[in-house]
């Protein structure tokens, strides 16, 4: 069974570092690609990043880019989310969800597997 676990998450201050963890399990990252997303109070559920294996393509928000790199380690079968100069706006519960495609998606609904999320706080 495929299984995705996302931690890392905390209470950081505004310019603050986190580095969010995506364990991976009954499944193999080829031909995946594991994207992160990040869902506020009253907001829709945003794509940040992600990172297709299968054609070496990553993918950033324009809201994230610059500051946040994602990464993996395949032989811990873990994507990381290196998340830098971190802004209260950055505040959310962080997902990651994979799905056997070969192209980076920033749309939810194209995701089938998701972890249960890990919540982000960012004080001013």
């Known amino acids: 069974d495929v299984q995705l676990q996302a931690s890392g998450g905390g209470l950081v201050q505004a310019g603050g570092s986190l580095r969010l963890s995506c364990a991976a399990s009954?499944?193999?990252?080829?031909?995946?690609?594991i994207g992160w997303f990040r869902q506020a109070p009253g907001k829709e559920r945003e794509g940040l990043s992600c990172i297709s294996d299968s054609n070496g393509s990553t993918y950033y928000a324009n809201s994230v880019k610059g500051r946040f790199t994602i990464f993996s380690d395949n032989a811990k079968n873990t994507v990381y989310l290196q998340m830098n100069s971190l802004k209260p706006e950055d505040t959310a519960i962080y997902y990651c969800?994979?799905?056997?495609?070969?192209?980076?998606?920033?749309?939810?609904?194209?995701?089938?597997?998701w972890g249960q999320g890990t919540q982000v706080t960012v004080s001013s």
């Open positions: 009954g499944f193999t990252f080829d031909d995946y690609a």
């Open positions: 969800a994979a799905e056997r495609m070969y192209y980076c998606s920033r749309y939810p609904y194209e995701y089938d597997y």
